[in-house]
């Protein structure tokens, strides 16, 4: 992806230079402290240290607001850093950069995410023990295995209402609360399955989600529905008789930068429900950079 274009290139500020800014957030006129507030956004990283201290100060007004500008400092660069990923097509290879792209869009959304390594020494730590089990098993019992492990005994499962809840969507968040979307359970069941040792592809259906496991004989898994293995040819029906005809399209593998889109775009709808303008504004150039690319 192309970097997206950020503040101008810090300055060099004095440490006077920042605290006399900082100290303006607190001022009660608005075009004041917005004025305070951008100029230290462009300064970013030369600001970070007061800003911390800031964000610790007794001033309730210049505590919030030096808070609310180390946020969107953050925000910004985990942006920079999603614009730098390398996404190949798909394969176990590509696991850690679509982890790192699911995790860098759940710190855009909100705070104190644990980072790609913890997610996915979580996620390893899934699929190493059920590899242990996949050794000369049959592409079906592997799926079932595969729903053993990540449904029955893990109890990730769909829920109602999970598509209004950043939540049920937000990767970390799925796997303590145990509850999620379609494409975020899809997820969580392709990078368990690749580093079990299988080869696994998403599969984006209308207003659903599936993974499909490549073998002889491919095997397509509703993480939603608790795991089940469903037939190419229950899918079709369904797609036809919801007036979907273009059967082939709706069933072909994604590349994992299409699994990505997926996934962002129901962040996206999950995080309009918290009116968050400036969420909505990052996450939708975060979706540029995945569909220009």
């Not at 192309?2 to 608005?30: M, Q, R």
């Not at 610790?56 to 925000?75: K, M, Q």
């Not at 899934?126 to 050794?135: Q, V």
């Not at 295995?145 to 990540?150: N, P, S, T, Y």
């Amino acid at each position: 992806m192309n970097i997206p274009e950020g503040s101008p290139g810090p300055e060099s500020p004095s440490p006077a230079h920042v605290a006399a800014t900082i100290s303006l957030l607190a001022d009660d006129s608005a075009p004041i402290h917005a004025a305070a507030r951008e100029r230290l956004l462009r300064w970013g990283e030369a600001a970070m240290p007061q800003l911390r201290e800031g964000a610790e100060a007794d001033s309730v007004r210049v505590r919030a607001r030096c808070r609310a500008v180390l946020r969107t400092i953050e925000v910004r660069a985990c942006l920079r850093r999603f614009g730098r990923l390398r996404i190949t097509r798909t394969g176990r290879a590509s696991a850690v950069a679509l982890l790192e792209g699911a995790v860098l869009l759940s710190n855009m959304v909100r705070t104190f995410v644990p980072d790609a390594a913890e997610v996915g020494q979580r996620l390893r730590a899934e699929a190493t023990r059920l590899r242990r089990s996949l050794a000369g098993r049959s592409l079906p019992t592997c799926a079932r295995l595969l729903a053993e492990r990540l449904h029955d005994e893990l109890g990730l499962h769909g829920g109602e209402a999970s598509a209004t809840e950043p939540d049920h969507v937000l990767v970390d968040r799925v796997l303590d609360r145990r509850i999620g979307t379609p494409v975020a359970l899809s997820l969580i069941y392709l990078l368990v399955a690749r580093w079990a040792g299988l080869s696994a592809a998403g599969v984006a259906m209308p207003g659903h989600f599936l993974v499909r496991l490549h073998g002889v004989r491919p095997v397509l898994i509703d993480p939603y529905h608790s795991g089940r293995t469903i037939t190419k040819a229950d899918c079709a029906r369904h797609l036809r008789a919801n007036g979907h005809d273009r059967v082939r399209e709706h069933l072909r593998d994604l590349t994992d930068r299409e699994v990505l889109i997926h996934y962002l775009r129901s962040l996206r709808r999950a995080a309009h429900h918290r009116g968050a303008a400036e969420t909505q504004e990052t996450l939708g150039r975060a979706l540029a950079l995945l569909e220009t690319d």
